[in-house]
């Protein structure tokens, strides 16, 4: 394990890691992807909290995207059917989901609690253990 670990800083960027934690989920033009994808790659494998959560901000910027899909192609059928309000409520939930668990995982991240966000959370815990 390398001195920075052991003094809460990232090996890249010095950051802290809780800050570091917390820039994964930061729901503002794909920082959070940007951010999970540098810790992914160079922090050590010791470092387990923060890759937790760079993993599980990159699946949950996965989720968004994904069910930004699947209301896109679904909007193919109901617009034309005149359901363009049930189309603009799915984005709003989408949306507002997605702006929810971020929020609680960048409190939780700069806490240095490892929360598991439902679904994703248990998904990331297979994968880094």
Request: charged share 10%; net charge neutral; glycine share 8%.
């Amino acid at each position: 394990m390398n001195q920075l670990q052991d003094s809460g800083k990232t090996s890249t960027l010095s950051l802290d890691t809780n800050i570091a934690g917390l820039l994964c989920y930061v729901p503002f033009a794909f920082i959070n992807v940007a951010f999970s994808i540098l810790w992914l790659a160079t922090e050590s494998q010791g470092n387990r909290s923060l890759r937790f959560h760079a993993m599980q901000g990159l699946c949950l910027a996965g989720a968004a995207v994904a069910a930004g899909v699947v209301i896109s192609v679904c909007s193919v059928v109901l617009i034309p059917l005149g359901a363009w309000h049930i189309v603009h409520g799915l984005y709003t939930l989408d949306s507002l989901a997605f702006l929810v668990a971020s929020i609680m995982g960048m409190i939780h991240a700069y806490n240095g609690i490892d929360y598991k966000l439902p679904y994703i959370g248990d998904f990331v815990k297979k994968r880094l253990c």
